[in-house]
T-cell receptor, first 114, second 116 residues
């Protein structure tokens, strides 16, 4: 079984600043996907970024980027130029290669201060 | 883009009654859908995999007789919480894979169940 650990229950960041969320995971799989999802107060799950384990290049999506360290089983998310709309709960998630079952971390609540 | 819709978004029921939650893929077919449960300020936990035309597969610890899943068509999966009790109160979310077999998933808006 895969476990996903997010060790930061809450993070606060000033608008326009940068915040980094940590995520580690444990797996014996070699081929898998890692995700960061955002869950705003509406509770709708929104995909922020996705990383395929066989790709060494770190994924980026506009202001969001990851630092994927496969050997260390680490997958951190960096939010640059934080905006008020980034306030949400962020979940790190693991998927064994295309079985579509997600294992989620406990989540990190991010609050962006004006 | 692909859309997954859940209904109802909120439901309140009395203890002992059954409640059905629907999950629909609106513009694509989904032979498989997934049901998650989320308690307040907690993570999502996978409950079961809904399979079109066959029985659902449940995760360890999930009571199949309590949480009945039916995947009657390529666009609809239903979760029925039978003989609901207050401890079943939770947020239930479904997801469906995209068509690309590349790990893409689409989530429904979620359904908040409150059992009185």
């Amino acid at each position: 079984a895969q476990t996903v650990t997010q060790s930061q229950p809450e993070m606060s960041v000033q608008e326009a600043e940068t915040v980094t969320l940590s995520c580690t995971y444990d797996t014996s799989e070699n081929n898998y996907y890692l995700f960061w999802y955002k869950q705003p107060p509406s509770r709708q799950m929104i995909l922020v970024i996705r990383q395929e384990a066989y790709k060494q290049q770190n994924a980026t999506e506009n202001r969001f980027s990851v630092n994927f360290q496969k050997a260390a089983k680490s997958f951190s998310l960096k939010i640059s130029d934080s905006q008020l709309g980034d306030t949400a709960m962020y979940f790190c998630a693991f998927m064994k290669h295309v079985d579509y079952k997600l294992s989620f971390g406990a989540g990190t609540t991010v609050t962006v201060r004006a | 883009g692909a859309v997954v819709s859940q209904h109802p978004s909120r439901v309140i029921c009395k203890s002992g009654t059954s409640v059905k939650i629907e999950c629909r893929s609106l513009d694509f077919q989904a032979t498989t859908m997934f049901w998650y449960r989320q308690f307040p300020k907690q993570s999502l936990m996978l409950m079961a995999t809904s399979n079109e035309g066959s029985k659902a597969t449940y995760e360890q610890g999930v009571e199949k007789d309590k949480f009945l899943i039916n995947h009657a068509s390529l666009t609809l999966s239903t979760l029925t919480v039978t003989s609901a009790h207050p401890e079943d109160s939770s947020f239930y979310i479904c997801s469906a894979p995209g068509q690309g077999a590349d790990g893409e998933l689409f989530f429904g808006e979620g359904s908040r169940l409150t059992v009185l």
